[in-house]
């Protein structure tokens, strides 16, 4: 089975700087999705940054970029500029990409992180 | 269309009562997902349904659970007898097939068991 470890329960940032959080997992499959998703208190998760596992390259979106190193299988986020609506809790997740297993679209999230930003 | 829509978004129940929620998930997507969250945890896998197929169950899913999707559009979640320690959110997420990677989550049904 698949686990996700988020080893920071919080994090803080001054507005305009960057902040990074971290997540590592553990598997035996080779090929499988990466995310990144916030929470803001309103609840609703919002996926923030994926990656695929056979992508060397890493991810980015905007001001969200990802450090992925698949041999020491650890997924970090870092966010730059960071901006008060950065604020929530961010979970790390894994999904297989195996379509003919059973875990197929399942998502297993990590304990999460939560973030705040001061201005 | 406005996204995952849950209901309701509250609920407190005396233990022992039943409880049923509601997702509507976007209404082209034909993959919906239950999962449940605790206070302080990240989200934790109940089960899935393609269309109206329930594909896979969680062994958090009890007896006491039971999830249905007829016809493949809304889905529905009842929790019998309940007890505290059912007390979480119930999230509810959508995806479409050849784009299961992106999820998009409801707001949740938060249950507070007394």
């Known amino acids: 089975a698949q686990t996700v470890t988020q080893s920071q329960p919080e994090m803080s940032v001054q507005e305009a700087e960057t902040v990074t959080l971290s997540c590592t997992y553990d598997t035996s499959e080779s090929d499988y999705y990466l995310f990144w998703y916030k929470q803001p208190p309103s609840r609703q998760m919002i996926l923030v940054i994926r990656q695929e596992a056979y992508k060397q390259q890493n991810a980015t979106e905007n001001r969200f970029s990802v450090n992925f190193q698949k041999a020491a299988k650890s997924f970090s986020l870092k966010i730059s500029d960071s901006q008060l609506g950065d604020a929530a809790m961010y979970f790390c997740?894994?999904?297989?990409?195996?379509?003919?297993?059973?875990?197929?679209?399942?998502?297993?999230f990590g304990q999460g992180t939560i973030l705040t930003v001061h201005p | 269309d406005t996204g995952v829509s849950q209901n309701p978004r509250h609920k407190i129940t005396k233990r022992g009562q039943n409880v049923t929620f509601r997702c509507d998930p976007i209404?082209?997507?034909?993959?919906l997902y239950w999962y449940r969250q605790t206070l302080g945890q990240g989200p934790e896998f109940l089960t899935y349904f393609q269309n109206e197929a329930q594909l896979e169950k969680s062994r958090l899913l009890s007896d006491r659970f039971s999830a249905e999707r007829p016809k493949g559009s809304f889905s529905t979640l009842e929790i019998q007898r309940t007890e505290q320690g059912d007390s979480a959110m119930y999230l509810c997420?959508?995806?479409?097939?050849?784009?299961?990677?992106?999820?998009?989550f409801g707001s949740g049904t938060q249950l507070s068991v007394l």
């Open positions: 997420a959508s995806s479409s097939t050849g784009d299961n990677e992106k999820l998009f």
């Open positions: 209404s082209e997507h034909n993959r």
């Open positions: 997740a894994y999904r297989s990409a195996d379509a003919g297993g059973t875990s197929y679209g399942k998502l297993t």
